[in-house]
């Protein structure tokens, strides 16, 4: 009887194995950064290197329902950061400390999981929890195009936004549905407030769709997200040429219960050229009773192929700049 038990054992295993499917990437950075990123007067080169490790798995249920996950653990050593002990820095007004206990909890900079979530695909749309881009960021096209950084100079500036809107306010676990059909895309989501309280829950909407204009191939992107007291409303148009060229709008308007209230405008354009890339991006905050602030982003990149690409990049906004220049590795 047991050794029944274990031959049928096995071959439920085998047949889980059979039809799951797993895959491994790996990348890399290796370079110098420069400029102000840690404090005004700062310009000296720092040796920057970095590393991640993703995984994603999935496999299909007997009626076809797909189900999956994704996770990554990244590790990024930079100026301020010992390599390999997992502690920076950045973030202390002495360097005196040394033992671990001495250091706050934001100075810890070692290997983290990052960007985990799981899912579940079918007719019905696809459903993901965790670490993820709320409708509204899902919806809307991000400014920075064509081209990166190893140290992502050209996304840190004072004028850019990620479009995360309120993303990441309470504890970060984000559950999301997400619909499509021809050119038209459907999003909403969820962000728990960390106390159950659910007047603080954050929920999205977001929708996506394309058409031809003059002859010109629109995407357009609108999202909406309150916690009931706070809101943002975004829209972006983005569109690519046959010359090599994309370019893409962005706008947003922040209304908040308690702070400044602000109005954001950003544009970017990239271009690609056989293996040579760029991105250039501007945007600028209207701060309703506060500091208006502004700033500009490029990236340039050359692939070497097989995976390698030496990146460029250079922010500046605010009397603040920074610079960047290595190889990005994909393996």
Known sequence: MKKVLFATTALVASASIAAAEAEFGLSAEMGVTGGDRYGEDNDDLSFHNDFTISFDGSSETDNGITFGLHVEIEESNGARAINGSGFSFSALESTTATTATEFEADDVQGATFDNESVYISGAFGTLTLGEIDGAFDKSLTEIALAAGSIADDETEHAGFNGNSGLDGSEDNQILRYDYSFDTFGFSISAEQDDDGAESDDIYGVGATFGLELAGLDLNFGLGYQTN?????????????????????????????????????????????????????????????????????????????????VVQFGYGDGEDLESYSLGIAMSF
């Open 228 to 308: 009931g007291d706070d809101e943002v409303i975004g829209l972006s148009i983005h569109s690519a040429f046959d010359n090599g060229f994309e370019a893409v709008i962005n706008y947003s308007t922040l209304d908040l219960d308690e702070g400044a209230d602000e109005d954001y405008i950003g544009v970017g354009i990239g271009y690609t050229m056989d293996a040579l890339s760029f991105g250039l991006n501007y945007g600028e905050f209207d701060v309703d009773g506060g500091d208006d602030r502004d700033g500009f982003g490029l990236a340039v990149n050359y692939d070497l192929g097989g995976g390698a």
